[in-house]
């Protein structure tokens, strides 16, 4: 693996590590690791430094749907036409072009159920592209973005084994 | 005291048990008990939890009720699995020369009571894994100690040195728990000449084999006429983390692994089989998992050992998750300085003496450890070595 790889691994696990901490995990001085990673911001590699919130345990509620849309393509209007017009929206969360019965999986972030609904009704269903929609809300998460929600496992080693 | 037929009972047990100490550690646990703010280097174990895919295959195998005795040698598939594994790291065996065992620690064991006779010297480069001296006293050897400090290189040069022994066994262990260090090519080249000059037969310990991280594990036996006079053990403990699991193989030839599985089937019959099904599964890991872990190993070594070299020396390891720096210039004793650390800055390391004689004024420090907590043991040590040094 690249050091410049492995500084993208690194950043992707934990981006509060300084440069420094990260030059002594690879082998790299302050500045190379700085230059490295200015380089991959600018490149667009590196898109953007995120916080995973566990928003439920402050009690802030947001309601998140997975809307499932099927769209009709036409010579004018290819999938990244349609796409684009649905990512746009700041209440849509992620847009994926998707195999199955559907095209696409939108995902959709509200404050409440009325509202989810409302701007899929709205803003969704109503595209011209799009011939139907079937939305799924979701419940409960137990993983994101590769982490676990949930804590069941604990560190029983012992303090001392040879 | 109380007396049975005239002797204290004391005195009924087993002469080379009574004189066997108990372990310098002891003393350290009793240090931790109740504090909660103690970060230990002192674990020889992984900190990642066993691979889910392990966990859930074992779970199944509850399910089904697979709870029965396997043969004395284990699972055949697995025999098998271990077989075709240990070609990576240069061995070519049929799984008829596999013994499942109950952990390394039962493979050396046999190893070591199918091997010698009574008086037989049993060489051991120090500092080494706490088991290996007196395993080799209770199966009534005699282990004759060779220091390895402060490199913790071995070569024929050094070896030579004790054929005046007459010795009949060498136990090796690379990646080597507590220094680290590996042995490359070369290296084994000129043990296993050392070995052939004095007709030996080596114990080569491998179990952190896939740890790793300066080019790649190379077992002994795979050179030339080595395979005959080898006994591989290896287990699945530190690659998949199922210390707890107690699973482990020896590799030999076929007299030396049916001696070994005589002494096996009386002593431990079978290895347990929920491990034994889970080591199964643990072979079929993928090697960018296997990858993925070495990755993460090395980044804490080099982070470990960059901010520690700050302030005592240290050889920077090849494989497994242990430093082992020097603190001599701290004018502490091993014991003490573990002992100090651990009650004024809640850090815990193995005092190095725990690993033989040559290992005071050493500390064994493994890395295991998620990269925040590690950040703040290497800070406490760092300062702890300061104030020390400035006293």
Redesign the interface.
């Known amino acids: ?1 690249s050091k410049e790889l ?1 500084i993208l ?2 950043l992707e696990e ?1 981006a509060r ?1 300084s440069a420094r ?1 990260i030059g ?4 790299l001085s302050e500045d190379e690791v700085k230059e490295i990673i200015k380089k991959f911001e600018d490149e667009g590699v590196i898109l953007k430094y995120k916080t995973l919130i566990d928003w439920e345990k402050v009690g802030e509620e947001n309601v998140y749907a997975i809307i499932d849309v099927r769209v009709t393509l036409t010579r004018e209007k290819s999938y990244d036409d349609i796409a684009k017009r649905i990512a746009k929206f700041p209440e849509v969360h992620a847009v994926r072009l998707i195999s199955g019965d559907y095209d696409f999986q939108v995902v959709v972030k509200g404050k409440s159920l009325k509202d989810v609904a409302f701007f899929v009704a709205e803003k969704i269903s109503t595209l011209p592209e799009v011939r139907d929609t079937f939305t799924h809300f979701v419940l409960r998460s137990y993983k994101e973005e590769g982490v676990l929600l949930f804590k069941d ?1 604990e ?1 029983r ?6 | 005291m109380r007396r049975t037929g005239g002797s204290p009972l004391s005195r009924r047990i087993n002469e080379r048990v009574q004189e066997i100490k108990p ?1 310098g ?1 002891r003393k ?2 009793e240090l ?1 008990i109740g504090r909660r703010d ?1 970060i ?1 280097l ?4 992984p ?1 990642f ?1 066993v691979p889910w895919n392990i966990r859930e295959s074992m779970i199944y195998s509850l399910e089904k009720g697979w709870s029965s005795y396997t043969s004395n040698w284990g699972l055949k598939e697995l025999r098998e699995g271990i077989a075709d594994y240990y070609k990576k790291f240069g061995v070519d065996v049929s799984y008829e020369n596999v013994l499942i065992t109950t952990g390394v620690s039962e493979g050396l064991d046999l190893a070591l009571r199918a091997l010698i006779n009574p008086g037989d010297v049993v060489l051991i480069p120090e500092p080494c ?2 088991a290996y001296k007196p395993l080799t006293f209770l199966a009534y050897g005699e282990p004759v100690s060779i220091p390895t400090t402060p490199n913790f290189d071995i070569n024929y040069d050094v070896l030579n040195r004790y054929s005046k022994f007459d010795p009949k066994i060498l136990i090796i262990n690379y990646p080597n728990n507590p220094t680290g260090v590996t042995y490359d090519k070369k290296t084994l080249e000129e043990i296993a000449d050392f070995v052939f000059e004095n007709d030996l037969i080596v114990i080569s310990d491998e179990i952190y084999a896939e740890l790793t991280y300066r080019g790649k594990h190379l077992s002994i036996a795979s050179l030339n006429g080595m395979e005959d006079r080898t006994v591989i053990l290896n287990g699945f403990s530190k690659a998949y983390a199922m ?1 707890g699991f107690r699973i482990g193989y020896a590799i030999a030839s076929d007299e030396i692994i049916q001696a070994m599985t005589k002494i096996h089937q009386y002593c431990m019959l079978c290895a347990p089989i929920t491990s034994q099904i889970g080591a199964l599964e643990a072979l079929k890991l993928r090697e960018e998992e296997l990858d993925r872990i070495r ?1 993460e190993y090395m ?2 070594r ?2 470990f050992v ?2 520690i070299g700050k302030v005592l020396e240290v050889r920077k390891p090849d494989g497994a998750f242990y430093a082992f720096p020097c603190i001599k210039d701290t004018g502490l004793s091993s014991e003490e300085f573990a002992e100090r650390l651990l009650i004024e800055k809640g850090v ?1 390391v ?1 005092p190095g003496n ?2 033989g004689e040559c290992g005071e004024g050493y500390v064994r420090c493994a890395y295991a450890l998620e ?2 907590r590690l ?1 703040v043991a290497v800070e406490r040590i760092v300062d702890f070595v300061e104030s020390v040094k400035s006293k």
């Open positions: 693996m492995e691994r690194i934990n590590l901490e002594d995990m690879v082998g496992e560190d080693r012992l303090a001392f084994v040879p | 372990s550690i350290f646990f931790v103690v230990s002192g674990v020889g174990e900190d939890q894994y706490v210390t990755a980044r804490r080099n982070f960059k901010r815990a193995v725990a690993f990269m925040e950040k």
